[in-house]
């Protein structure tokens, strides 16, 4: 059974700053992975996914690296702002036939003016 | 291009009751997905639907909740007999394909008073 942790569950930071934030995944045999950003009360917003054949993808200031071998995927946030502020899901998928997102619990991003 | 749409927002139901949550997929996506959000945990699957067709239902509690998405309409979450651990935020996403990345709706608020 697949299951997704994330580290840290919160975590803040003053703006300007680059940061990490990690996911790790039980299961190698991924099909592919997402990144996700919730507001609070809010709906999810896709960030980045990344398959599994691909090693990293990138968007602005994001980029998310994967490491299917070891069960790790990373976001980093260059230069943070306020507004990055949210709650940060990662979720994996099984395989091609497999239509269900595996979520991780997030991790909840204060960025400090 | 509308996103996913999902309705009423907020539902405030007492115990017993039934709630019936509604999402309008993208235009174009016949690929339906429900997920649930307990406070302090992360999304679960619930059940994923093709117009008419139930495909996994493998994350569905066993009793009072069912879902469908017919023919013409949107796709209908039902909870019955409402109780206290229900309270939850109630996510669809859609897609086009079932390869394709899932969108995510603004998700439904439920509340059992």
């Known amino acids: 059974k697949q299951e997704v942790t994330q580290i840290p569950a919160a975590l803040s930071v003053p703006e300007g700053e680059n940061l990490v934030l990690n996911c790790s995944f039980t299961d190698s045999a991924i099909y592919n992975l997402q990144w996700f950003r919730q507001d609070p009360g809010k709906g999810l917003t896709s960030l980045l996914l990344?398959?599994?054949?691909?090693r990293e993808q990138t968007s602005g200031r994001l980029n998310a690296s994967l490491d299917k071998s070891s069960g790790r995927s990373t976001l980093y946030i260059a230069a943070s702002q306020p507004g990055d502020s949210a709650t940060y899901l990662c979720a994996v998928r099984r395989d091609q036939g497999a239509q269900k997102l595996v979520f991780g619990q997030g991790t909840r991003l204060t960025i400090n003016p | 291009n509308a996103g996913v749409m999902q309705n009423p927002r907020h539902l405030v139901r007492r115990r017993g009751q039934e709630a019936r949550l509604r999402c309008s997929p993208m235009?174009?996506?016949?690929?339906v997905y429900w997920y649930r959000q307990l406070p302090e945990e992360g999304l679960k699957f619930m059940v994923y639907?093709?117009?008419?067709?139930?495909?996994?239902e493998s994350g569905m509690p066993k009793e009072r909740f069912s879902a469908e998405f017919p023919k013409e309409g949107p796709s209908i979450l039902r909870i019955q007999q409402v109780v206290r651990g229900d309270s939850a935020a109630y996510f669809c996403?859609?897609?086009?394909?079932?390869?394709?990345?899932?969108?995510f709706g603004p998700g439904t608020r439920l509340t059992v008073t």
């Open positions: 990344i398959q599994s054949s691909q």
């Open positions: 235009k174009g996506h016949s690929h």
């Open positions: 639907l093709q117009k008419e067709n139930i495909i996994d």
């Open positions: 996403a859609s897609s086009p394909t079932q390869d394709y990345e899932q969108y």
